[in-house]
């Protein structure tokens, strides 16, 4: 895979639409001394290979109600290749389940879990986490907050 090297004005194009991405092309020009014609071939060409993945909808968890956030780390009791399959598609399935990362370190997997208040998060613990294929030990740790940080590409 080869990796690609921007510009400064696709660094300064990839800023704006990390921090807004309903931006249109036309903006996005004006922002960054181009025409709504180069803005949009700059950004399909970002687009063509591969740095903008794809465009997101950040949704408030709070706002429909689900206030707690709990990151979890999963040592499975057994590990093989048919375990950890078998665990992905098991801990996948969970709505609650956020984000499944596949870790090196003391646990195997770390879990972002999102529950409506403590006892839903135990609920959800308990019915669903702890009956998982192969889970072995867990570890709890509630967000308290949470900073969202530019990235890579950093401020203007």
């Known amino acids: 895979m080869s990796v690609f090297s921007p510009d400064r004005v696709d660094l300064a194009i990839l800023r704006m639409l990390a921090r807004d991405a309903t931006c249109g092309a036309a903006e996005v020009g004006r922002a960054v001394g181009l025409t709504q014609p180069a803005a949009w071939r700059r950004i399909r060409r ?15 968890q709070a706002a429909l109600g689900f206030g707690v956030t709990v990151f979890l780390g999963i040592r499975l009791a057994a590990k093989g290749r048919i375990d950890l399959e078998e665990f992905e598609r098991a801990v996948t399935a969970i709505p609650e389940v956020q984000v499944v990362q596949h ?6 997997y770390r879990l972002r879990v999102t529950a409506r208040d403590i006892s839903d998060f135990e609920r959800i613990l308990r019915r669903r986490i702890m009956t998982l294929p192969g889970v072995g030990q867990v ?14 590409l950093g401020a203007d």
Do not use: K, Q, Y
């Open 46 to 60: 970002l687009r063509d290979a591969g740095v903008i993945r794809g465009w997101r909808v950040i949704v408030d």
């Open 139 to 152: 570890e709890a740790n509630v967000m308290l907050s949470e900073e969202r940080r530019p990235g890579p």
């Open 103 to 108: 870790v090196l370190g003391r646990f195997d």
